[in-house]
């Protein structure tokens, strides 16, 4: 098929910065900056509406019709572009890239674009940031405004990494650029140029507490009332679920979110679902998606099984609550696909005798988790046992 659709990068030396081939390929674009910047005729241009959604349908829509699109830096870097190619076949389209916003800021600070996390904050919450904060890490941070590095070195000094490096890059290839260097903990500014991304180079206080990605974060890493899966089960509980980017879980009686929480940090570009009818345990999951990073995790409120019904299917479920509950067992076995992954842990007889029978049924293994912690016996030492875990793991046929 012959390409009807170009999306060109534009950095802010605008249409000057523009290669021959994209000054030919323009007929339509995407910024009224742009627009007005270029030789279209007004019956011939289209400003990107309000909601996003709006103008990809009404790109869609003009099919087989020569359209251009004046995006801002690389379209694929979370870009116009990208969101594109999930609803027009590439071979419709050509995309002609400037350098992005991350390349460019690599660039004046000498930084090795692979070695460095780059985030965008545009549209998103603050506190996804929270999952990318690791000693000595580098972050380029995309952000909304000139309020958001303000509000971003707050959450730096929140999180414990107020000594960290800051330099906030303004304006980047335009001719009134600039570049302010500081410390997190430090900063006097109220508010930056619009456009701007931030460099951070992490650095923590000597006492802040490491979270890693890898699951099997600490127990007090959670605001929880007890009942949650403890460090060493949950770590070999998702390692069983085996978290993979794209993929859905569905932490069904998810108690503080725990599970859920470290299957997000886990693995890009997952999403994840709590299914949960107390008030105070869905305030806790709350609060612990968002100092944890990952405020993108869903959260249903309701009881089992009503709760489930309709949700999108899963790719692995982590059955926590209810386990006694054949009703809820089923909707969640109806609900996995061929290959999913159901995990499913017990510590009362109850729970135990229910998961043998599945796994009698339905295959899978069954595994005993006992876990012991030294505590003081007078002046000596002992190994003081927890209450042993069954542990269900099975992938349905």
């Given at each position: ?7 060109i990068g534009?950095?802010l030396d605008g249409?000057?910065?523009l290669s021959?081939?994209a ?7 995407g910024?009224s ?20 959604s ?8 003009q099919r ?12 694929m870097?979370y870009?116009v572009?990208?969101s ?6 590439i071979?419709?389209?050509?995309i002609?890239?400037?350098p992005s ?6 660039s ?8 460095v996390h ?6 998103r919450p603050l506190e ?6 690791q ?5 380029l941070v ?10 971003i070195?707050?959450l730096?000094l929140?999180?414990?990494?107020g000594?960290?490096q ?12 600039a570049?302010h260097?500081l ?6 500014f ?6 701007n991304?931030?460099a ?5 206080e ?6 890693p ?5 600490p127990?007090?890493a959670f605001l929880?009332d007890?009942q949650m899966p403890k ?5 070999m509980t998702?390692a069983a679920l085996?978290?993979?980017?794209g ?6 009686g998810?108690g503080c ?13 997952s999403?994840?679902?709590a299914?949960?009818r107390?008030d105070?345990?869905?305030g ?8 944890l990073g990952?405020?993108h995790?869903?959260v249903v409120e309701?009881?089992?099984?009503e709760?489930?019904t309709?949700q999108?299917p899963p790719?692995a479920?982590f059955?926590?609550g209810?386990?006694a509950?054949?009703d ?8 996995l696909?061929?290959?999913g ?10 729970g135990e ?15 005993r ?16 046992p927890s209450?042993?875990?069954?542990q269900?793991r099975?992938?349905?046929p």
């Open positions: 098929m012959t390409p009807w659709l170009t999306v534009v950095g249409l000057e910065g021959q081939r000054r030919a390929a323009i007929a339509a674009a910024s900056r742009l627009l007005e910047a270029s030789s279209v005729a007004p019956e011939r241009r289209y400003v990107w509406p309000s909601p996003f709006e103008g990809l349908a009404h790109i869609v829509a087989g019709r020569p359209v251009a699109i004046l995006a801002t830096g690389d379209p870097h870009g572009g990208a594109l190619a999930e609803r027009i076949s071979e419709e389209m050509v002609i890239p400037a916003a991350f390349s460019l800021a690599a004046r600070l000498g930084w090795a674009l692979q070695d780059c985030i965008s904050l545009h549209g996804t940031l929270f999952a990318t904060l000693p000595d890490a580098r972050l995309l952000t909304s405004d000139g309020e958001a590095p303000s509000q070195m707050s730096l929140q999180a414990g990494y000594p960290s800051v330099t906030v890059l303004e304006n980047l290839g335009g001719k009134d650029e570049s260097q410390l997190a903990e430090e900063h006097s109220d508010s930056f140029a619009a456009l991304v931030m951070v180079q992490c650095i923590a000597e006492d802040v507490q490491h979270l990605l890898i699951p099997g974060l127990d007090g929880h007890g460090r060493e089960v949950r770590a998702l085996a978290p993979a980017p993929e859905r879980l569905w932490d069904v998810a979110g725990s599970v859920a929480i470290e299957w997000l940090r886990a693995a890009p570009r999403s994840a679902v299914f949960e107390d105070e345990r869905i806790m999951i709350q609060h612990n998606a968002l100092r990952v405020p995790l869903s309701g009881t089992l099984p709760s489930l309709g999108a790719d479920i059955y926590g209810a386990l509950n054949q809820v067992f089923e909707h969640c076995w109806s609900a696909p061929s290959g992954r159901i995990v499913a842990n017990a510590v009362t007889l109850e005798t229910a998961l043998a029978e599945r796994q009698r049924t339905h295959g899978g293994e069954l595994v988790i006992e876990i012991s912690r030294a505590i003081a016996v007078g002046r000596f030492r002992g190994m003081q209450m042993a875990v069954m269900w099975a992938v349905k």
